[in-house]
């Protein structure tokens, strides 16, 4: 406790003479060097002890004002140094204010009764009517609440998960709430039972109940004019403007909410972006983003997802009510007025085109078109993968992690080809051979999870598989082998040996977090054991986990290049590897200049289309080219271009430094 001491009779009645008024004097505590002179029209009760007042504010306009207390009821609170509140108009009680605060205009601020700030709300995601409840607390990270709500086959797992929420909520109950250092709230209604971080901006704000905004100095929290919020938990590095409305919700590091977007029931997770929509019961892993007014995302699990205006989802037919839940896996996009009817589970990194109303599962069918054609789905596999949009993605998303606070709650993978997808594509080409022999290789049309697949389609598909497996195994056996010298073949197999047996078989992907699925299921059992029985042993797991990716990737891959290219670790040789970077070469430049391909049509005389109004022929090509630029000069044809080259040089210099090994 801090060297407080009682206010002198003199200090009373100046105190008095100002407008103050106190039922007790005695409990109000000061610390040493405290002055009556920045306390005016303050009525206390309680016990309160007060900071000195030794430094202002520098406002926007020039404006300068000191700390201090004005105009305000104050009920049982500790006030830091340096801090202004002016003109409550009810009254702040059970606070703790810290140090250059900032509080004015505000309508009431206080804690009833012992509250545990928004922690320990279950929030009835995927599934309306419940069952799938995830706990939010502060550390909630992804790959939990992943668990805690798709792993109801394991009962035990799940008790055991709630049980580290409670223990948490638990520990920081409390009938004091805090505000933090350098905190600023102005022009606010009602914060009601809030736990409130370092550095937070509260301007504006409608109505704050029963949550924490989790901000710090490294990641400031915003909270904008109207918004509503109420049984909510807000990570660092957050914004919520423009009357966004939000309940029974937890919002992960660096998102933005904004202008009237509503969100119940949901987990909005890392560097998400919801602007004009709605959200209802959705579990939005990192980088998922809906901005506009007619897209409604409802009982759906996404991640690195793209929705288009009018995208929505229905998950209610009229039966036994709204249960039904869907999945979209991580980068994929649904375009304008696309419509899904749940259930359906969408491929990873595929795009959504049109009504689907089939109940198809794309999941082994990554980097796919779902097309409606009369009244059909139909599905055309691979062939996202010369898509210069998904690369495009891929490239953008780490640029876009706006996570500066320096504890990141969610482990992410950014890949794009990992063992993830690749056991998607082994299974795919395994699928589309089946349908193949089963239906027979002149068929016009095979059905395949209440899809249709056109023979064309089916046929490219394999081809786009096979090509992206080659990519993804030669890049793996050329980051294996780069920057070392190697004199004989027994050199290079002892360097190919895996360092670790993790990572063979099958592996998931977490909401962000790509993984072995044997690794999973090991910290269900350390779970299930105690073993794991905090939520900060339970991230420092997941955070073990993304850290030694490229090691648990690295036997994956081995173990695959093995029977892809029907060899071992007792006899690949230097030729055998020159083989390889060959093939990988020639798939990696196939795929690029699909990608140029593709991205060529961006500057066709179609999409000049509106360019150059009112003038001729000549002058809509100069119109669009001071717009858009050239097609050559494209920063991203450029790059293309540039990777071409990289890739080239990188499969020579690999192959140069090993041919003369026999």
Request: charged share 20%; hydrophobic share 35%.
């Amino acid at each position: 406790m801090q060297n407080y001491r009682a206010l002198s009779p003199q200090e009373v009645e100046e105190l008095q003479k100002q407008g103050c008024k106190c039922s007790d004097w005695n409990k109000i505590l000061v610390k040493p060097g405290f002055s009556t002179k920045y306390v005016h029209g303050v009525q206390f009760s309680g016990t309160n002890r007060i900071g000195v007042f030794n430094k202002g504010f520098d406002l926007p306009g020039g404006i300068k004002c000191s700390s201090g207390l004005y105009n305000s009821a104050i009920y049982n609170c500790t006030i830091e140094d340096n801090v202004l509140i002016d003109n409550i108009r009810n009254y702040i009680a059970n606070y703790t204010i810290g140090e250059g605060s900032f509080i004015e205009n505000t309508n009431a601020i206080y804690t009833d009764d012992y509250s545990t700030f928004g922690n320990s709300v279950e929030v009835a995601v995927l599934n309306e009517t419940g069952g799938r409840e995830v706990t939010i607390t502060d550390q909630l990270s992804a790959p939990f609440a992943y668990l805690e709500a798709l792993y109801r086959h394991r009962p035990e797992l799940i008790k055991k998960l709630k049980g580290m929420s409670s223990a948490y909520a638990e520990s920081i109950k409390s009938n004091r709430g805090t505000i933090g250092k350098n905190v600023k709230i102005q022009n606010a209604g009602s914060i009601i039972n809030v736990k409130i971080g370092d550095n937070a901006r509260i301007e504006g704000t409608g109505s704050l109940k029963n949550g924490s905004i989790n901000s710090n100095a490294e990641a400031p929290v915003f909270i904008g004019t109207n918004v509503i919020a109420q049984d909510f938990i807000v990570s660092s590095g957050v914004q919520i403007t423009d009357a966004a409305y939000l309940t029974h919700c937890f919002v992960g590091q660096a998102c933005h909410i904004g202008n009237k977007y509503s969100a119940h029931d949901s987990l909005i997770f890392s560097n998400c972006a919801l602007e004009n929509g709605e959200a209802c019961a959705i579990f939005a892993g990192p980088y998922t983003v809906s901005m506009h007014k007619s897209s409604l995302l409802i009982a759906g699990m996404f991640s690195f997802c793209n929705a288009g205006s009018g995208s929505n989802q229905s998950n209610h037919m009229y039966k036994l009510g709204p249960i039904h839940q869907g999945i979209v896996e991580r980068g994929s996009k649904t375009t304008s007025d696309s419509y899904i009817l749940w259930p359906a589970k969408v491929g990873a990194f595929s795009l959504v085109m049109g009504r689907h109303v089939h109940h198809a599962d794309t999941s082994d069918m990554p980097f796919s078109y779902l097309i409606e054609q009369g009244d059909e789905t139909y599905l055309v596999p691979g062939v996202n993968l010369r898509s210069v949009g998904t690369v495009r993605d891929a490239q953008k998303w780490p640029k876009r992690d706006k996570r500066t606070d320096s504890q990141k709650l969610d482990p992410i993978n950014f890949n794009l080809l990992s063992p993830y997808t690749i056991c998607k594509m082994y299974k795919a080409i395994h699928n589309l051979h089946a349908l193949q022999r089963i239906s027979g290789e002149t068929s016009e049309v095979y059905t395949y999870q209440s899809a249709k697949i056109k023979r064309s389609s089916l046929v490219k598909g394999i081809e786009f598989y096979q090509t992206a497996i080659h990519k993804f195994l030669g890049n793996s056996i050329i980051k294996r082998l780069e920057d070392i010298k190697f004199q004989s073949n027994e050199e290079i197999r002892a360097r190919l040996q895996p360092d670790s047996e993790v990572g063979l078989g099958e592996w998931i992907d977490l909401s962000g977090l790509i993984a072995p699925k044997s690794e999973i299921d090991r910290f269900i059992e350390l779970v299930e054991s105690d073993q794991i029985d905090t939520l900060e042993k339970a991230n420092s797991f997941f955070n073990e986990l993304h850290a030694n990716y490229y090691t648990y990737e690295w036997a994956w891959a081995w173990e695959r290049i093995c029977h892809t290219y029907h060899t071992d670790i007792k006899t690949i040789t230097a030729q055998d590897i020159i083989a390889i970077v060959k093939t990988w070469k020639e798939a990696v430049i196939g795929l690029d200049k699909l990608l140029y391909s593709d991205a060529q049509k961006e500057f066709t005389v179609t999409s000049q289309t509106g360019f150059g109004a009112d003038g001729s022929k000549e002058e809509k090509k100069v119109d669009f080219e001071q717009v858009r630029g050239d097609f050559e000069n494209n920063a991203f044809v450029t790059s293309l271009l540039k990777h071409i080259e990289v890739k080239s040089a990188l499969g020579d210099e690999i192959i140069e430094r090993i041919k003369h090994i026999k």
